[in-house]
């Protein structure tokens, strides 16, 4: 079947689809957009996070007709053209990025953690990233990395 | 002559650089194998034994072939070459014709339109077995009686370590058995692979692996290729953890491609990924401890027995390590220690960071806390007064030679602050879940320390290549490195470029990508990458260095550098080797095998429900030696990774086994921990230069992994008062149910 959907602000249509298809599978198979990692394929490891619409989901658990005619925010569209978003640029600089697998889908539910909380306390950084598995770094650089982006935004540095 | 003089490191050795994998992997645009893809592309698939002992009298592929859009499928009768496969001993069917010895063995392969197809024909392929019953328990596999997985029997290998008084007693004695469930490496990323077929008759394959030259050994008697027509690229690793040291898809899909002439991609799912490798092995241990009344340590007798599944994989190795590190990082006058491998109809277990110290340190730094109790002494005291110093020996009679500051590092550990007491508004065991208002809740602390060999052992020359390369672009001098070392997530790349920087004082230096061109730099395993692989750009870089100086008149000034080249670069290419290391005794286990040890001590804290069975550990604090810093920022994540393995070794993570078959391969149901379950690490980093490594590096990547484990599980003891011989900890066992 066809899909037409938008993603990352560009509206795309898509042959082919199968009813059985994820979005995760359509976005990395027949749009070109590998970013989303296939890590658990169940929910449970968070690379393949995504906004639909305005909402963060794993992609995996998304039948891609369910996208149909809604918006898809990837981690390839959370860079601007003006370069990294700070959160990006903080997982660098943070040394929160090893293997690097799951950091897509943490970036995406970082953008989405700080969307809702300016300013989150520890408790709720981890709260909102316990659908995020990271085997290689033990975490600690990835909370330094939400912790920078934060104290930046309220020096209104970014 | 200044050309070999060392410049002054610091200048970019010692730094936080960034990696300059980075920004690809922040913006989603770094090629991990499973991302890639080629034009007219075919897609692979395997069948797979659902039985983990069974005859095979027929297969029969008619049904799968019919479907449309299946272009091959192949069994044991399509490898062209030698049909079997493995490191060091080539034990495993590249697809089993004969018999099946464990679930998940691979038995057949397709390749078809897409992935879908290629999965409904594996299931159109009929398999006959005569199932046989398996032999699941290692104990049971070496009884006289058991059947015989392969010619020579179930016992892969003993070793034997004998060392000091064999007869000697001791006033205060303590035992104790412990066991160490099957852990997973968990690298988020899936086997995968891309195999192209080249113009030669040959294949190119890009794939996620830890040593890119044992996988192309492997291919090439068994796809029967000149070497030369067999060429590896190292795709993106996403993390591997030892679980990528043997083979898993790379054969199958380059046969894949060869036959049909067509790319052809392979990319696991997380099922198929847990049958498709390798886990840290499971044991049982039992130990029993002689001491004098002021606590110092008389003699080690210890006993330990590994699965290793149904393939020989590592295991050889993986055996010898947890014999040689069974008794700890502590002086033990005599010893005598039994460590066997079996074979069974598991899964094959192999490499896992750590690679057997992981097991022993288990019931060594348990046996450590019991004479403590026994003798009302500090656990830390105890271990302090027992400590392994330089100069000393340890029970394969090697002298350790290079640093041991195993002192310091407990020093180090009693010198740290506690965190605070728990209050009001901090969290509790069950988390989220509040499951408590604090009753029942008691705090433990408890230590450990442990070390474990750098590179390989036992006369393994595992040298590493490095081809360095200096060429002018648009007027500026630039390094180009080339290895064939495998960067998995820890950041090789990054060093790489460091150490080319600090030789060459050039600024634009790229690591070109990995790859089977140039000579092999050994395994990413053994924490050996920084030195072996380090030191080879090292060497390389100074050759270049010394070309240079002779073209400069006698002094190098990397400013005259672009100058001197000009239109001609230069390029040298060195191996790096270790000192040679030898053979154990068969019969006493004696022989300087290693090439220098690593150490770590942990301080667990923990708060326990000890009535629900639930924890929280609050914090993990840590020393540990590394000899030198290459990048403070790189080398704190890999400790705080290692640790965050440790904990989910002590706490949750087991695959579980019934007959043969693993019950819980999934993320669902295999647990890892998460940001919720990953305390605060708090560091001690020591220095103490290895005099044999390259700047005086140590290994770093393991040693986290080994002492965090048993450092949770005394605190856990030291809250609940239970024995706990067992990890994974289960909430059953901590609330003494």
């Known amino acids: 079947m066809r899909l037409k959907l938008t993603v990352n602000g560009d509206e795309r249509e898509v042959d082919g689809v199968w009813e059985a298809d994820s979005l995760l599978t359509v976005l990395r198979e027949q749009l070109a957009l590998?970013?989303?990692k296939n890590a658990c394929e169940q929910g449970e490891c968070g690379s393949c996070s995504v906004y639909l619409d305005d909402e963060l989901v794993c992609s995996c658990l998304v039948l891609a007709t369910q996208a149909e005619g809604r918006r898809v925010v990837t981690v390839e569209g959370i860079a601007t053209a003006a370069g990294l978003h700070p959160i990006q640029q903080a997982f660098i600089d943070s040394g929160a990025v090893q293997c690097g697998f799951c950091t897509p889908g943490l970036i995406v539910a970082v953008h989405d953690l700080l969307a809702r909380i300016s300013n989150p306390s520890d408790t709720q950084i981890r709260e909102a990233l316990a659908g995020n598995i990271c085997r290689c770094t033990g975490y600690e650089k990835i909370l330094d990395a939400v912790r920078v982006v934060a104290w930046q935004r309220a020096d209104g540095a970014a | 002559m200044s050309a070999t003089r060392t410049l002054s490191v610091g200048a970019i050795i010692g730094e936080s650089l960034l990696r300059p994998d980075g920004t690809p992997k922040v913006k989603g645009e770094f090629a991990y194998a499973s991302d890639l893809h080629a034009d007219g592309m075919l897609h692979g698939a395997t069948l797979r034994s659902p039985h983990p002992a069974a005859r095979i009298r027929s297969i029969e592929i008619s049904a799968a072939l019919a479907v449309a859009g299946v272009r091959c499928v192949l069994t044991h009768e399509d490898v062209p070459g030698r049909k079997t496969y493995g490191m060091d001993i080539a034990d495993q069917p590249v697809l089993a014709w004969d018999e099946v010895r464990y679930v998940g063995e691979a038995i057949a392969i397709v390749a078809a339109d897409s992935v879908e197809t290629a999965r409904h024909a594996c299931s159109l392929i009929e398999v006959a077995y005569d199932v046989l019953d398996p032999v699941s328990d290692a104990q049971a596999a070496l009884e006289p009686s058991a059947r015989a997985l392969h010619e020579g029997g179930n016992l892969l290998r003993h070793v034997k370590i004998r060392h000091g008084d064999q007869a000697a007693r001791a006033d205060v004695v303590v035992r104790g058995d412990y066991e160490v469930g099957m852990q997973d490496q968990a690298f988020l990323g899936p086997e995968a692979g891309l195999a192209v077929p080249a113009e030669d008759g040959g294949v190119d394959l890009y794939?996620?692996?830890?040593?890119?030259?044992?996988?192309?050994?492997?291919?090439?008697?068994?796809?029967?290729?000149?070497?030369?027509h067999?060429?590896?690229?190292?795709?993106?690793?996403?993390?591997?953890?030892?679980?990528r040291e043997d083979i898993s898809m790379q054969i199958h899909v380059c046969m894949l491609a060869l036959h049909t002439g067509r790319p052809v991609r392979m990319v696991y799912s997380r099922e198929e990924s847990f049958v498709g490798h390798v886990h840290r092995h499971p044991a049982w241990m039992r130990y029993e401890h002689g001491a004098t009344r002021d606590g110092k340590l008389v003699y080690v007798h210890a006993e330990l027995l590994?699965?290793?599944g149904a393939y020989a994989s590592s295991s050889p190795a993986v055996i010898s390590n947890a014999a040689c590190?069974?008794?700890g990082p502590y002086d033990v006058p005599s010893a005598t220690i039994d460590a066997r491998l079996a074979f069974t109809n598991n899964p094959p277990c192999g490499a896992m960071r750590g690679f057997g110290a992981v097991q022993a340190a288990v019931a060594h730094e348990a046996q450590m806390d019991l004479l403590a109790a026994e003798l009302g002494i500090d656990p830390l005291e105890i271990r302090i007064r027992n400590a392994?110093?330089?100069?000393?020996?340890?029970?394969?009679?090697q002298v350790i030679d290079g640093p041991a500051p195993v002192r310091e590092l407990l020093e180090r550990l009693r010198a740290m602050p506690m965190p605070l007491e728990w209050r009001p508004g901090d969290l509790l065991p069950g988390g989220v879940a509040n499951v408590t208002h604090g009753e029942g809740v008691r705090r433990g602390v408890g230590y450990a320390v442990g070390y474990k060999n750098i590179g390989f052992s036992e006369g393994f020359d595992d040298h590493s290549t490095a081809r360095v390369r200096v060429l002018v672009e648009a007027g500026e001098a630039v390094c180009e490195v080339h290895t064939a070392a495998?960067?998995?997530?820890q950041g090789l790349v990054m060093v790489q470029e460091q150490i080319a920087r600090t030789e060459l004082g050039i600024e634009r230096v790229r690591v070109l990508p990995a790859d089977t061109g140039v000579g092999s730099a050994g395994s990413t395993s053994a924490s050996r990458q920084s030195w072996m692989t380090g030191g080879a750009v090292r060497i390389a870089c100074e050759a270049v260095r010394v070309r240079l100086a002779d073209a400069m008149g006698g002094e190098y000034v990397a400013e005259r550098v672009a100058a001197v080249v000009g239109a001609a670069p230069i390029e040298e290419t060195r191996e790096f080797h270790h000192r040679q290391t030898f053979p154990l005794d068969p019969e006493t286990g004696q022989g300087d095998a290693h090439v220098a040890f690593a150490f770590a001590a942990h301080r667990a804290v923990c708060d326990v429900d000890c009535e629900l069975g639930l924890v929280r550990v609050v914090e993990i604090g840590t020393a540990q030696d590394v000899g030198r810093v290459l990048n403070p920022l790189a080398l704190e994540g890999q400790i705080q990774g290692g640790i965050s393995q440790g904990l989910g070794l002590a706490l949750m993570e087991e695959i579980q086994l019934q007959d043969g078959k693993i019950r819980n391969a999934s993320f669902t149901d295999y647990l890892l921990p998460?940001?919720?379950?990953?305390?605060?690490?708090?560091?001690?980093?020591?220095?103490?230069?290895?005099?044999?490594?390259?700047?005086?590096?140590?290994?770093?990547?393991e040693p986290p992994s080994i002492a965090s484990t048993p450092a949770i599980v005394a605190a856990l003891r030291a809250a609940t008062g239970q024995r706990l011989p067992r990890v994974p900890v289960r909430p059953e066992h901590l609330a003494g149910l």
């Open chain 1, 34 to 36: 590998p970013g989303s």
């Open chain 2, 306 to 308: 590994l699965d290793g």
């Open chain 2, 230 to 243: 067999v060429r590896l690229h190292l795709a993106g690793v996403g993390g591997a953890f030892g679980g």
């Open chain 2, 388 to 397: 392994l110093a330089t100069g000393m020996r340890i029970p394969t009679g």
């Open chain 2, 674 to 701: 998460t940001v919720l379950d990953m305390p605060p690490v708090r560091l001690e980093i020591m220095e103490t230069p290895h005099p044999d490594a390259p700047y005086g590096l140590n290994g770093v990547g």
């Open chain 2, 325 to 327: 590190f069974a008794c």
């Open chain 2, 207 to 228: 794939c996620a692996t830890q040593w890119l030259h044992a996988d192309h050994a492997q291919l090439v008697p068994s796809l029967a290729l000149p070497a030369e």
């Open chain 2, 486 to 489: 495998a960067e998995v997530g």
